[in-house]
């Protein structure tokens, strides 16, 4: 029996690290929330666990369990910073990364930016050998093949080293060959194989995950052994567990052997607690809205449940692995405000983030941002933002608004600040359309989910400007993506690729796979220490008709045959497209398996803050135009309804009820906005 201790989630963000400590012993659930340390993300997390066990009594040694999700990857990938690799390929397809897709994003433009280049072509490698598309072997790899890959390898002085081979995801027996040579000539080089990244047709998109991932490798095992010696000197012990871009955790040894994989870590924590607060508010249709300092993250909950998709892409590179769906727009409390050209008002993508941040924080920044602008209009309050623990500077606000913004484009610093807000939430507004058009939904079906640290305060403009009823309001909104961090279960995705028709006769074929990718399942799952009664497997299959070039990732139950399956990717089909037609044929492009290792729940609401600033008051709020006069509540004190204009307030966040909107507190502790009647 485990014994009881302190479990921590954390998810470190581009300008707050937020943790959620839940406290097995006595079955409390905590908040806290610090600055982020671009220059060592580690010490802020060390920083934020310090601070939590002072504020609620626990040490070191009692931290049991630490999920943690990161943007180490994600900030490698958007700020370029990449250690010198070199790709070894098939002879013949050093070039597959630039030419890539015959994808014109820009229909009209006559010059499109550049496809990213992932590794320079003078350290892209030819190596003699070939595997035809049924893996059977038509050139085969040599030793004197191997030895010329390999001088020609350590001649480029690389740190890391990309494998992928064509049709290797058939047959990996060269790319493991060319691994073992590599070790040999090149101790401890990091190696990224295709074949166990993503073992998964389409040359370009396996290559450019591959690439992407040999990248990572020592960016993200650098930071793992930051992490574990900052650990180590404070006395935690604690296993630690990454968050991935499913949903799911794994352990080190995969996040420092596949970092691809936590390429959306963070987000990919607050679209699990959607679902969670979904399957338990009993409104399974929400759309959840993470706004933080740096961007807005969107996610769709239909039926209680989170699409995910088998291909993602970020700064324009693809990664063919199963993830989240998703869209992030650079839009949060830390974006940067300008008039552009042509007397244009800007914000975003661009944020001040941690280091200077808004010109608010006092810490050097210029720039108007967001936060500025809430604070300009007296959304927030200078004096109580992170519990008191930063006094927000006025007067740096309003000067950095009227520089930026009111003076070049000839307006008062009230209507600056306004159109800064109002420009924002119509990013966000947009944001949700698209998630939700693309599907053929209806804003108007969905509730709205907000959360995030600068969330609460433009939530309930953003559902009214898309007709949306009701606006949720989670307890501890402002760490809501650590709570479903902290609620995380350990999830391994493995697929394997043959293209096959969807008929009866191919049954033992992919029977015979799918017993292979459960084995695969369970071993995983046993090295990660998971019981065999905690670990569940949920099989799936890529399937288009035959002809198209994108597929549907499909369910498919254990049992299920072939004719229940075609009839499930029909529906789907019709749902997504508006179309099917159950008389094509249809074929299955990619078995998968996600196997899970299922971790304790937290069944605990979120614990009620020390008393602290007056339970009420009023302030003046700029709204519509002119300055209001708003009622000001305390979240942790609210027994019934709140009417706008309202403000309320806590730890973390501030939530703006404006007039017309009626807020009323549900179960757990979360809030419910909604039109008052008229």
């Known amino acids: ?60 040694g009692d931290v049991r369990l630490l999920l943690h999700g990161t943007t180490i990857a994600t900030n490698a990938v958007l700020e370029g910073r990449f ?3 070199a790709l070894l390929t098939t002879e013949g397809f050093r070039d597959v990364l630039e030419i890539g897709r015959h994808v014109r994003r820009d229909l009209y433009g006559l010059r499109p930016p ?3 280049e992932l590794i320079a072509r003078d350290r892209r490698i030819g190596v003699a050998e070939r595997v035809r598309a049924d893996g059977s072997v038509a050139t085969p790899l040599t030793e004197a093949a191997m030895a010329a890959a390999i001088a020609a390898l350590r001649a480029t002085g690389p740190e890391t080293v990309a494998v992928a ?38 040359e370009y998109e396996r290559t450019a995950t591959t690439a992407l991932n040999a990248l990572l490798m020592p960016v993200v095992q650098a930071y793992l052994h930051r992490l574990t010696a900052r650990l180590a000197a404070a006395g935690i012990a604690a296993p630690v567990l990454l968050v991935q871009s499913n949903g799911g955790v794994c352990s080190p040894a995969v996040a420092a052997a596949q970092p691809v994989r936590l390429l959306l870590s963070g987000p990919s924590g607050g679209a699990a607690a959607a679902r969670l607060t979904a399957s338990r508010l009993g409104r399974p249709d929400l759309v959840g809205v993470d706004m933080g300092g740096t961007s807005f993250d969107v996610c769709v909950v239909r039926g209680a449940a989170l699409a995910q998709i088998a291909e993602g892409e970020i700064s324009g590179i693809p990664v063919r692995l199963p993830m989240i769906e998703m869209r992030t727009i650079g839009a949060g409390g830390g974006s940067i405000a300008a008039a552009g050209p042509g007397g244009l ?30 604070l300009m209009l007296g959304r927030l309050d200078a004096a109580s933002f992170l519990r008191g623990s930063m006094t927000l500077d006025l007067a740096a606000a309003r000067a950095a608004i009227a520089a930026r913004v009111a003076v070049p484009l000839g307006l008062s610093v009230e ?21 939700l058009f693309e599907k053929g939904l209806d804003p108007v079906d969905f509730a709205l989910l907000a959360f995030g640290g600068a969330g609460g305060l433009h939530a309930i403009a953003v559902a009214a400007e898309l007709g949306m009823r009701e606006v949720i309001f989670p307890a501890s909104a402002s760490t809501f993506s650590a709570r479903g961090i902290l609620e995380s279960d350990i999830v391994h995705d493995l697929a394997a690729s043959r293209v096959l028709r969807a008929e009866a006769a191919n049954l033992p074929h992919l029977h015979r796979t799918a017993a292979s990718l ?12 998971v019981p065999p009664e905690r670990r569940s497997f949920a099989p799936a299959a890529d399937m288009r008709y035959v002809g198209q070039v994108f597929e549907i990732v499909v369910p498919w139950p254990e049992g299920d045959d072939m004719a229940a399956l075609c009839a499930r990717f029909h529906a789907l089909h019709r749902q997504r497209f508006s179309y099917a037609d159950p008389d094509a044929p249809v074929e299955i492009v990619t078995q998968r398996l996600a196997a899970t290792g299922c971790l304790d729940r937290v069944d605990a609401p979120p614990a009620a803050p020390p008393a602290g600033a007056a339970a009420f008051c009023t302030r003046h709020v700029f709204l519509a135009g002119e300055w209001t006069l708003a009622a000001v509540h305390r979240r942790e004190t609210l027994t019934g309804d709140v009417a706008g204009p309202a403000v309320i307030e806590e730890e973390y966040t501030t939530l703006l009820i404006p007039a017309g909107w009626v807020c009323t507190p549900v179960r757990d502790g979360h809030l419910s906005a909604r039109r008052a009647a008229a």
């Open 415 to 435: 209507a600056a600040a306004e159109g800064v807000v109002a420009l924002t939430e119509t990013a966000l507004a947009g944001a949700i359309r698209l998630s």
């Open 165 to 202: 081979l064509l049709n290797a995801h058939v047959n990996d027996a060269h790319e493991r060959a060319l691994r073992d040579a590599i070790a040999r000539a090149c101790p401890g080089l990091p190696v990224s194989l295709s074949s166990e990244i993503s073992p998964e047709i389409r």
């Open 345 to 374: 008002l800007t914000v975003g993508p661009a944020s001040a983030g941690a280091r200077p941040g808004p010109a608010c924080y006092g810490r050097g920044g210029q720039e108007a941002t967001v936060t500025d602008a809430n």
């Open 1 to 60: 029996m485990t014994r009881p201790g302190v479990r921590i989630g954390i998810d470190i963000g581009g300008t707050f690290t937020d943790l959620q400590i839940f406290d097995e012993r006595s079955g409390t659930l905590n908040a806290c929330k610090t600055l982020t340390t671009p220059d060592d993300l580690s010490a802020g997390l060390l920083a934020g666990i310090a601070e939590a066990g002072g504020r609620f009594g626990f040490a070191a």
């Open 114 to 116: 550049l496809r990213p």
């Open 83 to 85: 250690p010198r690799a």
């Open 518 to 529: 459960r084995a695969d399942g369970e071993a995983l799952l046993a090295a990660d220490g």
